[in-house]
């Protein structure tokens, strides 16, 4: 299974385009940003108000919770009074656990998030085997659940997300497929299934964790899934990290799972979940995809190239430990912070301060120089020159024989420096360069 075509050379996936509103995801539209208000859905102006905040700052999708029918009857004054000030951001109803709250829902919004982990299901932790029966059996009551919705949102013409969470895994599929990326897939599939049956196909999938491993894992699966059921399953995909936190971690775990995605050409809309206001949460987003916007797609094609580790697990590569600028990198050593010269003056003032969150490696002094893999050409030079390196200072530079060091300076034309600890440093200026 290959989750995008070229794991080194960047291709946006190919999706078809699915219409929220007035907003196109997916197809030739660009990376889509999204976000969630925090407020009751009973409370009408401040949900008007806190919706309209986040359309000002350049949220393009806005997702409202409806827990129960109540709030999704609600959504259409928050709709209608948000239509009347001139705000045409589409809205979004968050479903989980009632299938009538969706329904409800349905009616008013642009598009509806069902979670098919609970949204026919209810979990008991319950530990069972099923047979292949049992499992169809259960399918069909999903079935009969689900596709009033199907049908609903069809007739409307509005957009769905089937969105699979982690944390709430049923325990039908939780017996069957375990705790996995996999059983997080499967769950997604067995909902997309009935739509399609419907020939709706309006929807857009998700697969969340507030873990970036697995959520990486888990979207990486789920697009090798889709291209194995056929060209056309190509659905758009939203991404995010459920519950990132706040502060700067909360940035590095989105940062890590959907830019890691994004650089795979997996992603049509993002959120960024962040536990503060929700309209810090579109700077964030925006500049992810703007770097992913920068990211240049000229490199050499190598379609047929085999990776070395498995994508659609964790595994962390071994590598031999080595020391650079002072710190052990590598092996069983934890990773390691690299920071370029001209960032470190802008913190230099408060290094001694920052604990655990300082870097450990100032890039311009590690004697680090960048190669590409696949140029072959160009490991050779540089191993010439480390073979090189190395010979010209064992010769040169023993401090036990000054007397050897003169003579060969003497004879060798090559070596012409006024002494050896100069001519130390030019040889490492050369090959860091």
Same mark, same amino acid.
């Given at each position: 299974?290959?989750?995008?075509?070229?794991?080194?050379?960047?291709?946006?996936?190919?999706?078809?385009?699915?219409?929220?509103?007035?907003?196109?995801?997916?197809?030739?539209?660009?990376?889509?940003?999204?976000?969630?208000?925090?407020?009751?859905? %009973?409370?009408?102006?401040?949900?008007?108000?806190?919706?309209?905040?986040?359309?000002?700052?350049?949220?393009?999708?806005?997702?409202?919770?409806?827990?129960?029918?109540? *709030?999704?009857?609600?959504?259409?004054?928050?709709?209608?009074?948000?239509?009347?000030?001139?705000?045409?951001?589409?809205?979004?109803?968050?479903?989980?656990?009632?299938?009538?709250?969706?329904?409800?829902?349905?009616?008013?919004?642009?598009?509806?998030?069902?979670?098919?982990?609970?949204?026919?299901?209810?979990?008991?932790?319950?530990?069972?085997?099923?047979?292949?029966?049992?499992?169809?059996?259960?399918?069909?009551?999903?079935?009969?659940?689900?596709?009033?919705?199907?049908?609903?949102?069809?007739?409307?013409?509005?957009?769905?997300?089937?969105?699979?969470?982690?944390?709430?895994?049923?325990?039908?599929?939780?017996?069957?497929?375990? *705790?996995?990326?996999?059983? %997080?897939?499967?769950?997604?599939?067995?909902?997309?299934?009935?739509?399609?049956?419907?020939?709706?196909?309006? =929807?857009?999938?998700?697969?969340?964790?507030?873990?970036?491993?697995?959520?990486?894992?888990?979207?990486? &699966?789920?697009?090798?899934?889709?291209?194995?059921?056929?060209?056309?399953?190509?659905?758009?995909?939203?991404?995010?990290?459920?519950?990132?936190?706040?502060?700067?971690?909360?940035?590095?775990?989105?940062?890590?799972?959907?830019?890691?995605?994004?650089?795979?050409?997996?992603?049509?809309?993002?959120?960024?979940? &962040?536990?503060?206001?929700?309209?810090?949460?579109?700077?964030?987003?925006?500049?992810?995809?703007?770097?992913?916007?920068?990211?240049?797609?000229?490199?050499?094609?190598?379609?047929?190239?085999?990776?070395? =580790?498995?994508?659609?697990?964790?595994?962390?590569?071994?590598?031999?430990?080595?020391?650079?600028?002072?710190?052990?990198?590598?092996?069983?050593?934890?990773?390691?912070?690299?920071?370029?010269?001209?960032?470190?003056?802008?913190?230099?003032?408060?290094?001694?301060? %920052?604990?655990?969150?300082?870097?450990?490696?100032?890039?311009?002094?590690?004697?680090?120089?960048?190669?590409?893999?696949?140029?072959?050409?160009?490991?050779?030079?540089?191993?010439?020159?480390?073979? $090189?390196?190395?010979?010209?200072?064992?010769?040169?530079?023993?401090?036990?024989?000054?007397?050897?060091?003169?003579?060969?300076?003497?004879?060798?034309?090559?070596?012409?420096?006024?002494? $050896?600890?100069?001519?130390?440093?030019?040889?490492?200026?050369?090959?860091?360069?």
């Amino acid at each position: 299974m290959k989750h995008c075509p070229d794991p080194f050379r960047y291709q946006r996936r190919a999706t078809r385009e699915v219409r929220v509103g007035n907003v196109g995801v997916g197809g030739a539209n660009p990376i889509r940003v999204q976000s969630m208000i925090t407020c009751d859905t %009973m409370d009408t102006e401040m949900s008007i108000q806190q919706t309209m905040e986040l359309a000002n700052v350049g949220c393009e999708i806005v997702r409202i919770t409806a827990p129960t029918v109540k *709030d999704s009857g609600n959504l259409e004054n928050i709709v209608k009074g948000l239509r009347e000030r001139g705000c045409n951001v589409p809205i979004v109803a968050d479903i989980h656990f009632k299938p009538e709250a969706a329904m409800e829902a349905a009616k008013w919004v642009d598009k509806v998030r069902i979670n098919p982990g609970n949204y026919a299901d209810s979990k008991k932790f319950l530990i069972r085997e099923y047979s292949d029966e049992q499992y169809a059996a259960e399918l069909n009551r999903i079935r009969e659940r689900f596709s009033p919705l199907v049908d609903l949102c069809k007739q409307r013409g509005i957009a769905m997300r089937i969105g699979t969470n982690h944390g709430s895994l049923s325990d039908r599929i939780m017996n069957r497929y375990g *705790d996995t990326p996999l059983g %997080m897939v499967e769950s997604a599939l067995e909902f997309a299934r009935i739509a399609r049956d419907l020939d709706y196909h309006a =929807f857009i999938f998700s697969m969340k964790s507030s873990n970036p491993k697995v959520m990486i894992n888990a979207y990486r &699966l789920l697009v090798a899934r889709l291209d194995e059921e056929g060209p056309d399953w190509n659905y758009p995909i939203h991404l995010g990290v459920t519950e990132a936190g706040e502060g700067e971690d909360a940035r590095i775990k989105s940062a890590i799972g959907i830019g890691s995605l994004l650089s795979d050409g997996i992603g049509d809309t993002i959120r960024v979940s &962040l536990t503060e206001d929700s309209i810090h949460e579109i700077p964030v987003a925006k500049a992810l995809i703007e770097i992913i916007q920068k990211t240049p797609n000229a490199q050499r094609p190598t379609p047929n190239a085999e990776l070395s =580790f498995d994508p659609f697990s964790y595994q962390r590569r071994a590598t031999e430990t080595i020391e650079r600028d002072g710190v052990r990198v590598g092996g069983e050593e934890l990773i390691r912070v690299v920071i370029r010269r001209i960032n470190f003056d802008k913190i230099a003032h408060k290094i001694e301060k %920052m604990g655990d969150y300082k870097p450990e490696i100032v890039y311009e002094d590690a004697g680090i120089v960048e190669v590409d893999p696949r140029d072959d050409a160009a490991i050779e030079r540089l191993n010439a020159q480390r073979v $090189s390196h190395s010979t010209f200072r064992s010769r040169h530079h023993r401090a036990d024989r000054p007397q050897r060091s003169r003579r060969l300076r003497k004879q060798s034309p090559a070596c012409n420096r006024p002494s $050896s600890r100069s001519c130390a440093r030019s040889c490492r200026s050369l090959f860091d360069e």
